[in-house]
């Protein structure tokens, strides 16, 4: 099977320059180029330019994906915009899953990358980071969700696999609303394959709402001075991008790194030992469950007599191989009824009969072969 690889870069409420667009069309002979964004996929070969280099210098979204494995997806921000304070407890360099923070010039690049072995299937890499774009404004307006998942992934995997993290080790500052995941962010947990369960056992931890900001928001805007109110409405009215952000920064709007504290309160080793309670939980309810049904089907099927013998025959007697099937099906669960009644001989007797009476059946004979 050939090799596959995809690329997809993406601006965000802008446009590349005339000047931008014919530098990224020079990036590859076989490129897609539009007005806001550029792809490229490969069977054979690579990408000759360096992803974050191009991120930096036109676009704000990168993803990258290949069919053995790796995924890739980054953000791309003016460096006004990010606390990288507030981001560090979140870092890790997994090789199955790593978070990590990069300076370009003037704008800092948020990577989250997996590199976990794949299967080889064939995947399309187009289409997929529609489901993903809305991360870019989340994470602009100090939305840390994605951190902490990521961090949840990459510590399970790295203590589980790798075996190089503590058990003993705390968990990065919780943020909110663990327990209610916007598309976007269920996207990136589905595209990373986190564990479900364990993000179900870190939103136990977390607040089920934003805090309040404690900043009356009127009086906020009032104690700007007249230069700055008006430089912040040209600046919206010229259209220049994140200008919303940096007006909620300077209204002190958006959580700091020390409104989030250092760290969270539970190890590695808690949040693995609940998640695995959670799991076994789950299997029991499960197990119950399938008994119970078990238990009234068995109790139908005995309250029937000996009606499901002549079924049997009835079917027997159409010649067809759906109809062999299904009295097989039926016998199977003669089977367990009659198990559980401790009348497996009998059974057995009359399951050599059927064998003995209809010998010359090839097809009901191997189907019977299957009980």
Known sequence: MSEYQYYEFRTINRQLTAAQRTAVDKLSSHGDTTATSFSVEYSWGDFKHDPDEVLANYFDIFFYIANWGSVELKFCYPKELIDLRALEPYCIDEEELAIETKTIGDHIILSFASHAEGDGAWIEGEGML?????????????????????????????????????????????????????????????????????????????????????????????????????????????????????????????????????????????????????????????????????????????????????????????????????????LRKLSELAEEQGQSKQFQQRLEAIRTKYSRRPALIAELRKL
């Open 130 to 330: 529609d489901d993903l774009v809305g991360l870019y404004t989340q994470i602009s307006q100090g939305d840390r969700r994605i951190f902490y998942l990521a961090w949840l992934g990459a510590a399970e995997r790295a203590y589980e696999y790798s075996d190089y993290l503590d058990e003993e080790m705390l968990e990065p500052p919780v943020p909110p609303m663990l327990g209610t995941l916007a598309p976007a962010l269920s996207a990136f947990v589905e595209l990373f394959g986190i564990d479900q369960d364990l993000i179900a056992t870190a939103a136990q931890g977390s607040a089920q709402a934003e805090a309040a900001a404690g900043i009356d928001v009127t009086q906020a805007l009032a104690a700007l001075s007249k230069e700055e109110s008006i430089d912040f409405l040209q600046r919206f009215l010229d259209g220049e991008a994140h200008v919303d952000v940096k007006l909620k920064q300077r209204l002190g709007l958006l959580p700091t790194a020390e409104e989030y504290g250092p760290t969270g309160t539970r190890t590695l080793g808690e949040l693995l030992a609940a998640r695995d309670e959670i799991k076994r939980v789950r299997t029991a309810a499960a197990a119950a469950q399938k008994a119970a049904k078990q238990r009234t089907e068995m109790a139908a099927l005995a309250a029937q007599g000996d009606k499901p013998w002549q079924e049997v025959e009835t079917l027997i007697a159409e010649k067809k191989t759906a109809a062999y099937s299904d009295a097989a099906k039926l």
